[in-house]
């Protein structure tokens, strides 16, 4: 197929219309994806509000993506027809650098992100190259796996990074779309799990999910208790924190780690850094083998996001409902193109 269907927007915070595209000719090492499903991310109204000055219009967005594989390139590696897989938010590396050698295919200089200059999963149609096109295992719920190629994985890679253990405490800022897969993630880990969140009302969805404990992270009182107690804190929100309060609640060798995309600068105190030997880091998304290791893992425990459907032709409706903060805690597209 080389007229694609799908959903775009023509200028920044404008509405999604109906839209085709010509997809071309299919790539040697492409693969091309129906799409069933596609999760929407924060990163997805981001990029439509053209926030980080890189979107391109018209712009098609949608980067957790299920769907099953219709079309192979000559060179396409390790995929078949009708294969389910997922793409998250990476279509493209180069797979020659060192970076990509290493198995950091997410750190390439080369990367191709799947929406950005490019056409992503609000569409009937998907094209990545076979390496960022993820076998979905058995036992996944594929109909509500999107939201794990890039907000699952984007909690899931500092697990495996930093070597988190079962018997470490753990903290969790923000109970939303990361968050909340967060939360799942540490509690099948075996990790001691402390929610952070601004909202009485998600206490107890918190404890649901699997926190031992929630604090209210407006409440000076609460984060003093937790004075030197937690060895890693995921931050998963995109808004400027008390940052200083955070991380006096770390144990030494902590480690403040942010994987919401935070636009103002954070200001440290090295001197609070450098007497507990504390640390602060950031990562994006994650290599295929922790996307692997990740989906595996949710299938084994049965890990499924929360989310909410709507049918793609209310592509609309369904991003007011995010940008007004009411998903729980991740939305879901279902295609009906035809």
Not at 183 to 195: N, P, Q, S, Y
Request: aromatic share 6%; charged share 20%; proline share 6%.
């Amino acid at each position: 197929m080389s007229k694609v269907r799908a959903w775009a927007a023509r200028k920044p915070a404008g509405a999604l219309e109906a839209y085709e595209y010509e997809a071309g000719v299919l790539g040697p090492e492409e693969v091309e994806i129906a799409v069933e499903h596609c999760g929407i991310c924060h990163s997805d109204l981001s990029m439509l509000d053209n926030e980080w000055d890189m979107t391109v219009f018209p712009f098609v967005p949608g980067h957790e993506v299920v769907g099953r594989v219709v079309d192979l390139g000559e060179h396409a590696k390790g995929l078949k027809l009708g294969d389910w897989v997922g793409v998250g938010w990476n279509a493209q590396s180069c797979m020659h650098c060192l970076h990509c050698l290493a198995g950091d295919q997410h750190l390439c200089p080369d990367v191709k992100p799947t929406i950005v200059g490019r056409h992503g999963g609000f569409a009937e149609r998907l094209r990545v190259h076979w390496a960022w096109a993820v076998p979905l295992p058995q036992g996944l719920e594929v109909s509500a796996a999107g939201p794990l190629l890039c907000g699952g994985i984007t909690v899931f890679a500092p697990l495996l990074q930093f070597d988190v253990k079962p018997i470490h405490r753990v903290g969790v800022v923000g109970i939303g779309g990361l968050g909340h897969l967060a939360l799942k993630f540490l509690r099948a880990w075996g990790c001691e799990i402390t929610a952070f969140t601004s909202s009485e009302v998600k206490r107890e969805e918190a404890k649901a999910l699997g926190a031992h404990r929630v604090i209210s992270s407006r409440d000076p009182a609460a984060m003093k208790a937790l004075t030197g107690s937690l060895d890693l804190i995921l931050d998963t929100v995109n808004v400027p924190l008390a940052w200083d309060a955070l991380l006096a609640t770390l144990a030494p060798k902590g480690r403040l780690h942010v994987v919401g995309a935070v636009l103002e600068p954070i200001p440290l105190s090295i001197m609070e850094l450098l007497a507990g030997q504390k640390s602060i880091s950031a990562s994006p998304t994650g290599p295929r083998s922790a996307m692997d290791a990740m989906l595996s893992f949710a299938a084994r425990h049965g890990i499924t996001p929360q989310v909410e459907r709507f049918p793609m032709s209310r592509v609309n409706d369904a991003m007011e409902h995010l940008r007004a903060g009411k998903a729980r805690y991740r939305i879901v597209l279902d295609a009906d193109f035809a």
